[in-house]
């Protein structure tokens, strides 16, 4: 199964971009890379996927390395709220019975 | 608005006694997930649910058990035989496609065991 590795924790100005990595060194052609964040005592929030290509949309953009070993997710402007761990995942398995394996994330602190 | 409703929000048992957890979802989603959750950790998969009357164990399914008769349910009860059942406790569902799999998780159901 295809691991991934986050460091532990972050900071970040508020207002500044926020770029977020991770390792997923083994991960296989078929699947995907998923991000999701967890505000504290709250169910994870989806903020973005990709397979290959990098990926944006509302929340944030994702840029997958070419070889696919690593990716960053990036906040463009982040804001206190954006203050969650967030979670990079690779999915195990394939079609939707795939099963999202949550490591311990990345702890994003904004500060003002 | 769609989404997936957990009941009850916070819970408090005694040791011994079994606990079921609800789950309730109206996104149309055909799978369905509950995931652990203990302080300072990432979630683990307990349960999982691919269409009605079906489901298989995830990675800690010792001392839970699952029912998958509506589409829309997926209740999880905790029995007494879960050694350290006092947790974080999180539903989520996705959609059935051939790509992706985007999981849309309720607000969660905090157990505490005295």
């Known amino acids: 199964d295809a691991k991934t590795t986050q460091p532990p924790s972050m900071d970040c100005a508020e207002g500044r971009a926020a770029n977020l990595p991770c390792n997923h060194s083994t991960i296989s052609g078929n699947e995907y890379v998923y991000w999701y964040r967890q505000i504290h005592s709250q169910g994870p929030q989806y903020i973005i996927h990709?397979?290959?290509n990098n990926e944006t949309n509302e929340m944030a953009s994702l840029i997958i390395t070419e070889d696919r070993k690593s990716s960053t997710l990036i906040l463009p402007h982040a804001t206190l709220r954006d203050t969650a761990v967030y979670y990079c995942i690779v999915r195990v398995g394939s079609g939707n019975t795939g099963k999202l394996i949550f490591g311990q994330g990345t702890t994003l602190q904004v500060k003002p | 608005d769609g989404g997936i409703t957990q009941s009850p929000k916070y819970l408090f048992r005694k040791e011994g006694q079994n606990v079921t957890l609800s789950c309730e979802q109206n996104?149309?989603?055909?799978?369905m997930y509950w995931y652990r959750q203990d302080p300072g950790q990432g979630l683990r998969l307990i349960y999982y649910?691919?269409?009605?009357?079906?489901?298989q164990k995830g990675d800690i399914a010792e001392g839970y058990s699952v029912s998958r008769e509506k589409k829309e349910s997926f209740p999880l009860t905790v029995t007494s035989a879960q050694k350290n059942p006092t947790a974080f406790y999180l539903c989520?569902?996705?959609?059935?496609?051939?790509?992706?799999?985007?999981?849309?998780f309720g607000a969660g159901s905090r157990l505490t065991v005295l």
């Open positions: 649910s691919q269409i009605v009357n079906d489901f």
């Open positions: 989520a569902s996705s959609k059935k496609n051939s790509g992706a799999n985007v999981l849309t």
């Open positions: 990709g397979l290959k």
């Open positions: 996104l149309n989603h055909d799978a």
